[in-house]
């Protein structure tokens, strides 16, 4: 019994699996108040050809679905059956042809009304649109052009649900949207936007609840706690955290509760906490330990977290509580393992380690390093959030060093380099 290749190819085309084949046709099925019996087992009968010649209403679903008739699928009627369908058909068309010409649009032939189906291919190219906006976050930062990119994608995927081929396929659309709103926030952000990131991760996180996304949802909590962080609502950064900490990815997947615990550490640092910032750090990275060397398939944007970032991460702790000389070492350690193409994470490293210097009393040292991070992102404008950072280490280093020369050159070169965003 030799396979049904025209119906391969056809399902190929469109990027169905046979899934999803099923949930197709069923749908549209359900829609004309018939019963979808369809199944996975159903599907690969006919791509098999042990099944030849489906049933009448499964016959017009697919048809609807690749736009073309059943033959042309590869169906052979059985041969007792195949002069009464030619015969019964070409009335039908000679009416629908004539009716048609005469203006009446509803009795043209289902095939030539058919909308294009959303499949899995589309699904994936959209996705590999993500993947270049992230590139684009890791090398210039957040910026308003980064920002509409996203949008825009986010616009165009929405503007597709409706030809979805199947329920899941459309979930999926509501995913990939609420990721591109989500890069748009984070975009909003790292550029110090904060009105504009409030709304955009309101929309993404009505978007993620539409796709029932685990990860998606993971990530707008993620962000409204970094938010929360930047309006200074430690309390509400602590909520959004422990939102993010109840998402099933975390349970599932210990590189996301890795990044939820150290998101926590900063929290519990902002709230004067620090035997748990330090239990959320040790929590953080005992779950790290655990992601790495598995085999998640996990989305790109998470693809900046490690033990380079997690290191980072303690630095800020460590400066925040008190400890410079561990905040210090902490900062060489992540500049030893933060990957040379996330220069925006390594300037916000160097600036940490800067300031860890600075506060054991090495002004020199401290504008020394400070100073490396203008090379890191040469002729571009400084995110809003390494700013927000660098206007920190200039207050501490003139209450430090009020009116000394080192202080007074540093603070000439910052102004420079501001004046240039």
Known sequence: MTGNVSLSHAVNETGFTQAELADAVNTYLWNRGHEGTVSDRTVRNWLTGRTRWPHARQREALTALFGRSAGELGFVAPACRQSDTNEGEQPVRRRDFVTAAAGTAAAAPLITARPSMVGSSDVIRLREGLSDLVQLD????????????????????????????????????????????????????????????????????????????????????????????????????????????????????PMFASLAHARAAINHTHLRDRPAALRAL???????????????????????????????????????????????????????????????????????????????????????????????????????????????????????????????????RYRLERSRT
């Not at 110090?192 to 949802?217: F, I, K, S, W």
């Not at 504008?367 to 950072?389: E, H, I, K, N």
């Open 138 to 253: 890791q090398s210039q930062g957040g910026h308003g052009e980064l920002e509409q990119l996203a949008l825009s994608g986010a616009k165009r995927t929405l503007e597709l649900r409706d030809q979805a081929a199947t329920q899941r396929i459309r979930r999926r659309l509501f995913a990939i949207a609420a990721d591109y709103t989500g890069i748009a926030a984070w975009s909003a952000l790292d550029a110090h936007r904060l009105d504009h990131t409030q709304t955009h991760l309101a929309r993404a996180l009505h978007l993620a609840g539409m796709a029932r996304d685990p990860v998606a949802l993971f990530q707008v909590w993620n962000m409204y706690a970094m938010l929360c962080r930047q309006r200074h609502d430690f309390h509400q950064a602590a909520d959004s955290t422990d939102a993010a900490l109840a998402t099933t990815i975390t349970r599932r997947d």
């Open 282 to 412: 040790g929590r953080a990275e005992d779950a790290l330990g655990r992601a790495e060397g598995s085999n998640f398939a996990r989305p790109n944007w998470i693809a900046f977290y490690g033990p380079g970032e997690l290191s980072a991460i303690t630095a800020v702790v460590m400066n925040a509580t008190g400890d410079p000389d561990q905040a210090e070492a902490a900062s060489h350690q992540a500049l030893s393992r933060i990957p040379d193409a996330l220069r925006r994470n390594r300037a916000m490293a160097t600036t940490q380690l800067a300031l860890a210097q600075l506060r054991q009393g090495d002004i020199g040292q401290a504008c020394a390093t400070a100073d490396t991070v203008f090379g890191l992102l040469p002729d571009q404008a400084l995110p809003g959030r390494l700013r927000s950072r660098l206007d920190h280490f200039q207050r501490a280093l003139t209450t430090s060093a009020p009116g000394s020369k080192t202080s007074r050159q540093w603070s000439d």
